[in-house]
């Protein structure tokens, strides 16, 4: 932007001083007897100009320089506060989890009671999902690693691959209008609701499955699934790749070597893609 702006500047400015300057010069050929004043005076007054220019110059520069720093500064101002309030909800979620789980644990090895522990889990579940797609998608990752969780824990976590929570049908009919228009059952496209059971084929981390049929141009119609994202995923994932950036960003400032190797703001970042591409479902 620099190079575009500047240049055009100097350039208007140089003809002005030409134009001043030839002026004066011509004033100064026809009073011959003032020539020398005239030239001294067209001097002045050209680096009179030239310091009223750079003058006007520093100052635009400044003043962008400020407002830049300005802008800077209330980004940082709003990421802070996304991040703060994001982590103490975080922790106030998991929170009960605490007391709940120990509780669970000496329940079910001393008295044989599965059912505070089936609770605590259903919590647990519950509170991923409802936390975000970037929290289910890590349950769905330590799911698939009994290499470093117990099995039973990849048991209960694996039911956030497709066992999830859904959501409501009157947002799924939402976005088949905006997508498809109003009329999309008339179109073809056809979702039966009397068994929602049966119509629910799985519910993932960026979205829900429905069985669907189609009526193709001839007349016929064959099954389809129709894939809908979750409410306000797309928000939900910026806001959770914001917050994990932030803490990979801090643990990578700690002098620790073991944390470095890890490389965890690159790890935070490629994890961020995979999500952002999951709001498109065009991409998927």
């Known amino acids: 932007k620099r190079n575009l702006v500047r240049p055009r500047k100097v350039t208007i400015v140089r003809r002005h001083f030409s134009c001043a300057t030839t002026t004066l010069l011509l004033d100064g050929l026809v009073v011959s007897n003032y020539q020398t004043q005239i030239s001294l005076a067209s001097r002045h007054s050209e680096s009179h100009h030239v310091l009223a220019c750079s003058s006007s110059s520093m100052s635009e520069s400044l003043v962008q320089q400020l407002a830049n720093r300005l802008k800077r500064f209330f980004r ?19 929170f009960p989890l605490i007391v709940f789980s120990p509780t669970a644990v000496i329940s079910e090895r001393l008295f044989g ?93 960026a979205g829900q499955v429905y069985r669907g ?24 994932v910026e806001r959770d790749v914001a917050l994990m950036s932030a803490i990979a960003n801090l643990l990578h400032s700690l002098p620790i070597q073991f944390i470095h190797v890890l490389n965890l703001p690159y790890v935070a970042n490629d994890f961020g893609n995979i999500l952002r591409q999951q709001a498109d479902l065009r991409v998927e």
């Open 76 to 94: 940082w101002l709003c990421e802070a506060f996304i991040v703060s309030s994001r982590s103490l909800e975080v922790a106030v979620r998991f």
């Open 113 to 205: 009671n599965k059912e505070i522990c089936d609770f605590v889990w259903w919590y647990t579940l519950k509170t991923l999902q409802a936390l975000g797609p970037a929290w289910q998608k890590l349950g769905q990752w330590a799911a698939t690693r009994r290499d470093v969780f117990p099995a039973h824990v990849c048991d209960r976590l694996s039911k956030l691959h497709d066992r999830g929570f859904p959501h409501p049908w009157e947002h799924t009919h939402a976005i088949l209008e905006e997508s498809f228009g109003r009329d999309y059952r008339s179109k073809g496209l056809k979702i039966d609701m009397s068994d929602q059971e049966e119509a629910l084929i799985g519910c993932g981390s």
């Open 213 to 236: 049929l189609l009526t193709e141009t001839n007349g016929s119609e064959r099954e389809v699934a129709v894939k809908v994202l979750h409410p306000r995923f797309d928000l939900l």
